[in-house]
């Protein structure tokens, strides 16, 4: 069965920090890879989404991600983190059977 | 405009009472979704119905039923409450064809 695994549950920075959080699925054929954010109280939001070509997928707020499929992975970073930036984020994978399976989730905290 | 719509934002029960939630999107999507996102935030998909027919069923117990009155409405009824059904409610919506999901704001179900 496919699964998404996300290793860090909670990850706190200070602001102008860098982030990257990993995430690594299981999954043998072709992928549709997503990175959700959910901001306290506030419903998901997709921040960025991979389906084919240039691995290195650029979303809103300055995120980014990148697609290795020798590492299964799809990596979410950020250059400087913001006070804003506190949410949980949720990285995704869409199975053949179109089921979109989400990983544990990683909750950011930002110190201003 | 709100693309997908829940309603009630917050619903508060006792143990053994049936409630409803309902969903509206207005994108023209035909493809609406539930997902539960339980205490230590991890979402996971219940139901999927595409033009009123229900495509994806999880292992979800029969207390939850869902109803597609037409392609933009998919409410959740759950009869006999149980504390375990304690949880956020997303709705989300999709093209059939599309990966992306787009997701309503979540109903925040306490049942005590």
């Known amino acids: 069965a496919q699964s998404v695994s996300q290793h860090n549950h909670h990850v706190i920075l200070s602001e102008a920090a860098s982030l990257e959080l990993g995430c690594n699925y299981s999954?043998?054929?072709?992928?549709?890879l997503f990175w959700y954010v959910q901001y306290p109280g506030q419903h998901l939001q997709l921040l960025l989404k991979?389906?084919?070509?240039?691995?290195l997928v650029k979303g809103i707020k300055g995120f980014e991600a990148e697609f290795i499929k020798s590492k299964f992975s799809f990596n979410l970073r950020k250059p400087s983190v913001q006070w804003s930036d506190t949410a949980e984020y949720f990285c995704a994978v869409l199975s053949q059977g179109g089921k979109l399976i989400f990983g544990q989730g990683t909750e950011l905290s930002v110190k201003p | 405009d709100t693309a997908v719509s829940q309603t009630p934002k917050y619903l508060v029960t006792q143990m053994g009472n049936d409630k409803s939630i309902k969903c509206e999107q207005n994108?023209?999507?035909?493809?609406m979704y539930w997902y539960k996102q339980d205490s230590k935030k991890f979402l996971k998909i219940m139901f999927s119905y595409n033009n009123k027919e229900l495509i994806i069923n999880e292992t979800v117990p029969n207390r939850f039923s869902p109803k597609s009155p037409d392609k933009a409405h998919l409410n959740l009824h759950i009869n006999s409450l149980e504390l375990g059904d304690s949880a956020v409610y997303f709705c989300?919506?999709?093209?059939?064809?599309?990966?992306?999901?787009?997701f309503g704001p979540g109903t925040r179900l306490t049942v005590t």
């Open positions: 991979y389906f084919s070509g240039d691995p």
């Open positions: 999954y043998g054929g072709t992928v549709n």
């Open positions: 989300a919506s999709s093209q059939q064809e599309s990966p992306s999901r787009y």
């Open positions: 994108l023209g999507h035909d493809t």
